[in-house]
């Protein structure tokens, strides 16, 4: 339905629930921001109706880092080209990563690992509006995993 959006990840219960019957909404700049995490946070052939759906910085997930320059390029292309192919809602999109190593440290077990912690900052300009949108993602390298 044009103009409707739905927050993810969506509640069956409520949906299904003979008296109340609904799920929550949320904004189009919501529903854009949702959808872009979904990608990035999907390796390609993962989903079933879509095998490309998706981005390939999974692959570069434990790549060795020659050149943080170069690593910084390809994982801002992958972004690209999946947020182009995949998100029609926004436009004129430009990616900024900042990237540092973090000591996570697991008390529990005594152990402590270091990952790459890469910040994307993404600046769009919303199509239905023509406002300039600004969204932000923390993602952990090594394994992959978010914040």
Known sequence: MEGR???????????????????????????????IELLVMTYPGEHVFDRTYGTGIWEMDFERIVSLDAWKTKFAECLARAVGLYEKRISDC???????????????????SVKKRVDVFVDAVLNSTGDRCRLHYTLYLGPLSKD
């Open 5 to 35: 959006y739905y927050k993810i990840p969506l509640d069956f219960g409520a949906l299904l629930d003979e008296t109340h019957g609904s799920v929550d909404l949320c904004s189009e700049l919501e529903s854009v921001d949702q959808h």
């Open 94 to 112: 430009r990616f900024r990563l900042e990237v540092e190593d973090v000591l996570i440290e697991n008390g529990m077990v005594n152990h402590v």
